[in-house]
């Protein structure tokens, strides 16, 4: 497995990678949840590029940047067990150099969700992966469902900007008690750890509520919202059933349909998410 950590180093050795190259971009810390991206990705194409990059433009000042966590050595010896072929890990001023100023934004997608919570998150993602893209050239790019409006906005700016890229979507890889896996999971405390599962326990009650004809949306909204005040120390920022092309929100499900929540526990914020009906994929 061959590492670079510059622009230039990369290409060099991008160039010598045969056949189709599958592409999964990461912030590193990686857990089974990115390795699973990485054997998709190995399933589909010859070549294998992964991306460990903490991208500073889609953190706001307020949030985890700097604790967020890091570990190059680790990381690279489940890339390397993976037989991933190549690792692009770039520092900040790689990506961002001092006259670095252009912005790649997509509009309308990002105006919900986690782009309401978050207003400056999307345009760092866009743009960062729009450089990504650029930088390593890949046919095929996988991305995980747990990260959904993401996944959506990814989707706009392939079409949009018209990279030749395949977008893949994997499924969300959980805990045995139905965590989502990520990598702020280890910020949580015991006793947060436990009342984490509330979220998707809330995301399943959906799910069998649909399959037993409920449609509307205000009702499925709360047995979320029942579920989650159990836990008094979630704080619940958004719980949404919106059109999964537009991510309006919803009155009744007649329609395909992203059910997604964010909730803070402490200093962590957790995100999760299923697709109505049950069983269908989110692209």
Do not use: C
């Not at 706001?60 to 990381?75: F, G, K, N, V, W």
């Not at 692009?88 to 006259?99: K, Q």
């Not at 399959?211 to 719980?239: D, T």
């Amino acid at each position: 497995m061959n590492v670079a950590t510059s622009i230039p180093e990369y290409r060099l050795l991008r160039a010598e990678l045969p056949g189709l190259v599958g592409f999964v971009p990461t912030m590193g810390y990686l857990h089974e949840g990115h390795l699973s991206l990485v054997r998709e990705a190995r399933a589909r194409s010859t070549s294998v590029v992964a991306s460990i990059f903490v991208n500073p433009s889609q953190f706001a000042p307020s949030e985890d940047l700097a604790a967020y966590p890091r570990d190059l050595d680790r990381d690279f010896a489940f890339l390397e067990a993976e037989d991933v072929d190549l690792v692009f890990a770039p520092t900040a001023e790689e990506m961002y150099p001092e006259t670095f100023d252009t912005w790649v934004e997509v509009n309308d997608l990002t105006k919900h969700l986690e782009g309401a919570a978050r207003p400056t998150h999307f345009r760092g993602v866009t743009t960062v992966v729009a450089k990504l893209f650029n930088i390593v050239q890949p046919q095929i790019a996988v991305f995980g469902q747990k990260d959904a409006q993401q996944a959506l906005v990814i989707r706009r700016l392939i079409v949009d900007l018209g990279f030749d890229v395949d977008l893949v979507i994997a499924p969300t890889v959980r805990e045995p008690d139905g965590l989502a896996m990520s990598s702020r999971n280890t910020y949580l405390s015991q006793e947060e750890r436990t009342a984490a599962t509330a979220l998707y326990q809330s995301l399943q009650q959906v799910e069998d509520l649909y399959s037993a004809g409920e449609r509307k949306a205000a009702n499925l909204r709360r047995a979320m919202v029942e579920i989650l005040e159990a836990e008094a120390s979630l704080q619940p920022e958004y719980i949404s059933l919106a059109d999964i092309e537009t991510l309006e929100e919803l009155e009744a499900i007649d329609q395909k349909a992203l059910v997604s929540l964010a909730a803070r526990l402490g200093r962590t914020r957790l995100i999760d998410n299923v697709v109505l009906p049950p069983g269908e994929s989110l692209i």
